[in-house]
């Protein structure tokens, strides 16, 4: 069975681990520990551990489980208590977090009890802050002032080195594709190559390494941008051109549905074949397009479907 390496966070990511869950890989998910807004922040706060928010999503998508165990996990107490706005899963994963010490052996826990497919590693035990400097000048810290902000993003940073866990070096080290996103390409995307170490095993894997890219801008962070802009700044930060292959959405957005994109000042991003073509990048299109409650989201069945295509048909996958 291949081994498959996903790193990002947010809601992206969950999409993505909820397609490629009901295919015969090994999935090992690095999710970003940067979060600091809402239930999250206030459980960073108390008791100074990394953020629990989007590995809670990603144990969902993951898990095999009754979906009333989903909806337990995804629980929010609205109570006029210090309760008020917590999720259930981020409580139970800051209780396992005090017991065992660290995220790694928490999820490995609950993972068992949620019946999980794969595995979920948080890309740090650090308690990560994540800092943006904007290209007017501004620093500003903290992930959810960043993505409130609106302010087009230079580069970003942790406020302190943080280190990936030996459990991410090693799975890098060991998988047969390596996949970045799906998530906003600076506050959950990048933070997962921030550590030089990762950006190494990497490079040097003889695995494929894979861009899912988004389906809509997001103002402040990809104004404007192409699939290749994405790409470009990835590499960035990784010194090189690390991307062998890119999946991409070449599906329309309905005009009802753009039209409440244009007050997030959000568009497409458009697929530039002859950029990704001279940068030596093989592109994998469809109509990825899927509408949940008038948000546009990855169809996640038809693309974790292309992902196992690849995977298949590809002799050095």
Known sequence: MK?????GGGTGLSVLLSGLKLFPIDITAVVSVADDGSSTGRLREEFNIPAVGDLRKVLVSLSEVEPLVEQLLEYRFNTVSDLNGHAMGNLMLAALFNITGNLTESLTSLSKILNIKGRVLPFTEDNAVLVAHTKEGEVIEGESKITKA????????????VKATKNVLEALKKAD???????SLYTSVIPNLL?????????????????VSNIMTEHGETDGFNVSDCIKQINKYAGENIIDVVVANNGSIPKKIQKLYDVEKAEPIKLDYDELKNMGIKVIENDFVKLTNNQVRHDNIKTALEIFTYINNSGDV
């Open 3 to 7: 081994k498959v390496v996903v790193l």
């Open 150 to 161: 609106f302010k087009h993003i230079d580069y970003v940073e942790y406020k302190k080195p």
């Open 177 to 183: 594709l390596i996949i970045i996103g799906i998530g």
């Open 195 to 211: 550590d030089s170490n990762v950006v190494k095993e990497i490079k040097n894997s003889k695995a494929k390494k894979m861009y």
